[in-house]
């Protein structure tokens, strides 16, 4: 792990390039011609290229700017989320399309009041995840036999094999194998400077791309069209001031990758950008204080209390990570704790807190106030929380924040303390895209030649007020990246 951070780390000191705008008409010669170009090295650039070379097209390029394969995806949680698989039904599951797509629907009235775009492009992916999920494994991506909770009303999320964390580098490393098996010609080192198109015209067809490789400018010819799977911004500070102000100072742990040189590439030709507003803008995990590693879903699983320094809750917990982080930037809250006792830690330790004891350092203690003392904590606001948390939790009914999932009293010793901060992982803003994963541009129209997909398109669900939990980044990567491969190549 710190041998790959490290690897983030150089590879973030590539400069983001910048020419202007290419045509093809401005001379210069091509260097390279292929029928698909595929910039992005993650799950949704391997699923591109892959599709591509399936649906018919010779010749596919894939170009990764960093050192190594993975992008964002080698960095997630492994998390695929979709309803209605033979996985979830095999463990006494009872989910579908339409199930999850109502309770995406209903959650975001609920929290929204209204359903901001129209919900095509975010649909298919509830429509067509269980089928793309089929032919992962059918590439070599193995899942683990049973779906946890997540922030919905079913256990959808389904681990890459081995499971949390551990399945990313074992996505990549079987999407690798299957792209090369399948003809895909892989070069990193490699960056993205600009897109050429066919003319000056707004909205002209684009034709290729400009690279930087090897301390060489190429002009590399793609007679299908250009993949944009470059991923988001979670790292390019520029944007997130422009776009998310709020979290400027708020520090990232995302891939050193996400500088959304792709969209910037995009929006120099006149492409339309997402800005997520309605939902949380930017994705936020709770990063350890003391070995810095990202935690989430134990929230939604498992009955956790998060206090801040005073000892007060300021959220409803089982919203989960999303809601508690964005809560804690709003507040001005640079730590929090998440609080469990005996009982929980019993139930819990060989399943979703298994992780959290592995990689982190969670404090045990006799006492409460043993803890709060050990933590920082003030020791009067942590009792009276969990006084009257413990009351709400015996009427049934939380007096705060109406929480009304996972309630248990936080009653017997020992317990137990994460100290943890917030820490922006991935963009929800992004390139907008139709349902054949064709870029828009700022009049409505698909731009002919241009596609796109991952984080690069933002979170597809949020952009158009869905509640969260139905589909995640990994599922939508994985669904555009391989429409965008199959339509790249009919053209």
């Not at 339409?98 to 901001?116: L, P, Q, S």
């Not at 209390?305 to 507040?331: P, W």
């Not at 982190?360 to 009276?384: D, N, Q, R």
């Not at 597809?460 to 429409?483: K, P, T």
């Amino acid at each position: 792990m710190l041998k790959r951070r490290s690897l983030f780390k150089s590879a973030a000191l590539l400069p983001l390039l910048y020419v202007p705008r290419v045509f093809a008409g401005d001379g210069g010669e091509w260097n390279e011609n292929v029928d698909v170009l595929v910039f992005g090295g993650g799950m949704a650039g391997l699923t591109a290229a892959i599709s591509a070379r399936q649906s018919g097209a010779k010749k596919v390029l894939l170009l990764e700017k960093a050192p190594f394969l993975g992008g964002h995806s080698v960095m997630s949680g492994a998390g695929y989320y979709i309803g209605g698989t033979d996985i979830q039904k095999n463990a006494g599951i009872d989910d579908s399309l339409a199930i999850n797509w109502k309770d995406a629907v209903e959650r975001g009235t609920a929290a929204n009041r209204f359903i901001k775009r129209d919900t095509a492009v975010a649909r298919q992916v509830y429509e067509k995840g269980v089928d793309t999920m089929k032919w992962l494994q059918s590439l070599g991506v193995k899942f683990t036999d049973k779906p946890v909770q997540g922030i919905g009303n079913r256990k959808r999320v389904h681990y890459i094999a081995p499971g949390y964390k551990k399945g990313s580098p074992e996505l990549i490393k079987a999407l690798k194998k299957a792209a090369e098996e399948n003809g895909v010609n892989i070069r990193t080192n490699t960056q993205l400077v600009s897109l050429i198109q066919k003319s000056h015209e707004f909205g002209a067809p684009v034709i290729g791309a400009v690279v930087r490789e090897n301390g060489k400018t190429l002009r590399i010819k793609a007679a299908g069209g250009v993949i944009l799977a470059t991923g988001g911004f979670a790292n390019g500070l520029e944007m997130v001031k422009r776009y998310h102000s709020y979290l400027k100072d708020v520090p990232s742990l995302g891939s050193k990758m996400n500088v959304g040189d792709g969209i910037k590439a995009a929006t120099d030709i006149g492409a339309q950008m997402i800005i997520e507003t309605n939902g949380f803008g930017m994705n936020m995990l709770f990063v350890g204080t003391h070995k810095g590693q990202s935690m989430g879903l134990p929230l939604t699983e498992a009955p956790i209390i998060v206090v801040n320094k005073e000892g007060q809750r300021f959220q409803d917990e089982s919203r989960g990570y999303l809601a508690c982080t964005h809560k804690m930037v709003e507040k001005g809250y640079k730590v929090a704790y998440w609080i469990f006792d005996h009982k929980t830690f019993e139930k819990f330790r060989s399943g979703c807190l298994k992780p959290l004891f592995e990689t982190e350092v969670v404090h045990e203690y006799p006492t409460l106030e043993a803890l709060a003392k050990g933590e920082g904590i003030s020791p009067k606001g942590l009792l009276s929380t969990v006084s009257d948390y413990n009351e709400d939790v015996q009427k049934g009914k939380d007096r705060n924040f109406g929480r009304s999932k996972l309630l248990q009293t936080i009653s017997g010793g020992p317990f137990y303390a994460f100290e943890a901060e917030p820490r922006i992982y991935t963009s929800y803003s992004g390139l907008e895209i139709n349902t054949n994963a064709q870029v828009m541009d700022t009049r409505g129209k698909a731009i002919p030649g241009l596609y796109a997909a991952g984080d690069v398109t933002g979170h597809l669900g949020y952009q158009a007020n869905l509640g969260g939990g139905g589909i995640s980044g990994l599922s939508m990567a994985a669904v555009y990246g391989r429409i965008a491969g199959a339509q790249a190549a009919k053209h």
